[in-house]
């Protein structure tokens, strides 16, 4: 599955007097991933539910909407945050890309659709996911695009999986990057998204699931054990 899938859900994220501050991503319906770090940038001095930012999806044209913050993720281990965005309106041309949960994801090739200064239309970068003491880390290709401010927030799309597998967060030291399962579970309950963490999938969870029907040793995305994805895959279908 190729980035064209992903490129019209990436989200430019900005102040409400037009400074981009990062990248995000839709996740669901009126709802955009993005880090911590690019949200407070985005408000400034201003907190809390009231607080605004402008959202838009640059390969949709320029439309802005206002969004406003939902949910804080956890930051786990002192970690960088993630947080989802809620659009004041929906945005029809466009709906959320593949996401895929892996727990190793060491030296998969990625690439990222960010927005460096001078490059505010946006601009691909590519490189390696590295594992780290601290958690995983994406670093760019040494001739390549480098991940600055401009990339924080943005998705980080698995050339071997052909999915998103979690979002940039730009720090002093290095671009970690955080797990899919950590942005979509910020508030699971708010999210109408086929991620369900570690609940169990059965048949009423049939067409949430992403390649169950793949042959073996290809990815699985959205399951969360063999037994459930039985159930809701290959079981489920044979049923048909």
């Not at 949430?208 to 959205?222: D, H, I, K, N, V």
Request: charged fraction near 20%; aromatic fraction near 6%; proline fraction near 7%.
């Amino acid at each position: 599955m190729s980035t064209a899938s992903l490129g019209s859900a990436v989200a430019r994220i900005h102040t409400l007097s037009g400074r981009i501050v990062g990248a995000g991503f839709l996740v669901a319906d009126r709802r955009v991933a993005t880090s911590a770090s690019v949200v407070q940038r985005a408000f400034g001095g201003a907190s809390g539910q009231t607080a605004e930012c402008l959202v838009d999806f640059p390969l949709l044209g320029d439309v802005r909407i206002k969004a406003r913050v939902e949910s804080w993720g956890p930051g786990h281990g002192g970690g960088p945050q993630a947080v989802i965005l809620e659009l004041a309106t929906a945005v029809e041309q466009t709906g959320p890309p593949p996401m895929f949960r892996a727990d190793d994801l060491d030296g998969h090739r990625f690439r990222s659709l960010g927005f460096p200064q001078g490059m505010h239309d946006g601009v691909w970068a590519a490189g390696t996911v590295r594992m780290s003491p601290s958690g995983p880390v994406v670093a760019a290709d040494a001739h390549g695009q480098q991940l600055f401010d401009g990339y924080d927030g943005a998705p980080v799309w698995d050339e071997q999986v052909g999915a998103v597998v979690g979002i940039i967060a730009i720090d002093d030291a290095d671009a970690r990057l955080i797990s899919v399962a950590d942005v979509l579970g910020v508030d699971p309950r708010l999210l109408p998204n086929p991620y369900r963490g570690l609940e169990p999938f059965d048949e009423q969870h049939t067409d949430y699931l992403f390649g169950t029907t793949r042959s073996a040793g290809s990815p699985q995305p959205w399951r969360s054990g063999h037994s459930s994805g039985s159930s809701a895959g290959p079981v489920s279908a044979s049923r048909r």
